[in-house]
T-cell receptor
Framework: KQEVTQIPAALSVPEGENLVLNCSFTDSAIYNLQWFRQDPGKGLTSLLL?????REQTSGRLNASLDKSSGRSTLYIAASQPGDSATYLC???????????FGKGTHLIIQP | GAVVSQHPSWVICKSGTSVKIECRSLDFQATTMFWYRQFPKQSLMLMAT?????????EQGVEKDKFLINHASLTLSTLTVTSAHPEDSSFYIC????????????FGPGTRLTVL
């Protein structure tokens, strides 16, 4: 059974810093990996989706990488802003299964 | 972009009653819809997968007789929590996918269920 771990569980940094969120998974047989943000009491906003054949995806200040062989993905946020404060979730679609397996998330606070 | 709506956004009910949550894909046809549940400070957990016109597939540990799923059309899936109890209080989120496995899932805004 796929297990997804996100480290750290919480992170608080001053505005302007670059930061890295980590996601690890136990089964490398995946179709894709997706990063979401979730604001308190809200639904999910998709940030980046990396297909299993890809190594990274970029959108604005966000860059996500995927290393299937080591079972790791990172989300890099450049020049962080207070509006980036949210919980960031890593999710995988595994081989043979359509539903997503989520990590518990990293709760990020960007201090003004 | 693809939009998925959920109704209601929140609901409070008495123990023993049934609650129906709707999930709609507004601008695309969803061949597959998924239902997730999220308890406080926990990750989202997949409950079931539903394909239009067929019975839902439930994840291990999810009672199919308690959580009734109907995917009657390509734009609507419903989740009915039957005989709700306080332990069913949670955040329920649906997602919809238009095509093959590997296609992006678009998530609804979620429904907060509180059972008194």
């Amino acid at each position: 059974k796929q297990e997804v771990t996100q480290i750290p569980a919480a992170l608080s940094v001053p505005e302007g810093e670059n930061l890295v969120l980590n996601c690890s998974f136990t089964d490398s047989a995946i179709y894709n990996l997706q990063w979401f943000r979730q604001d308190p009491g809200k639904g999910l906003t998709s940030l980046l989706l990396i297909q299993s054949s890809q190594r990274e995806q970029t959108s604005g200040r966000l860059n996500a990488s995927l290393d299937k062989s080591s079972g790791r993905s990172t989300l890099y946020i450049a020049a962080s802003q207070p509006g980036d404060s949210a919980t960031y979730l890593c999710a995988l679609r595994g081989g043979g299964a359509d539903g997503l397996t989520f990590g518990k998330g990293t709760h990020l606070i960007i201090q003004p | 972009g693809a939009v998925v709506s959920q109704h209601p956004s929140w609901v409070i009910c008495k123990s023993g009653t049934s609650v129906k949550i709707e999930c709609r894909s507004l601008d695309f046809q969803a061949t597959t819809m998924f239902w997730y549940r999220q308890f406080p400070k926990q990750s989202l957990m997949l409950m079931a997968t539903s394909n239009e016109g067929s019975k839902a597939t439930y994840e291990q540990g999810v009672e199919k007789d308690k959580f009734l799923i109907n995917h009657a059309s390509l734009t609507l899936s419903t989740l009915t929590v039957t005989s709700a109890h306080p332990e069913d209080s949670s955040f329920y989120i649906c997602s919809a996918a238009a095509g093959r496995a590997g296609d992006t899932q678009y998530f609804g805004p979620g429904t907060r269920l509180t059972v008194l």
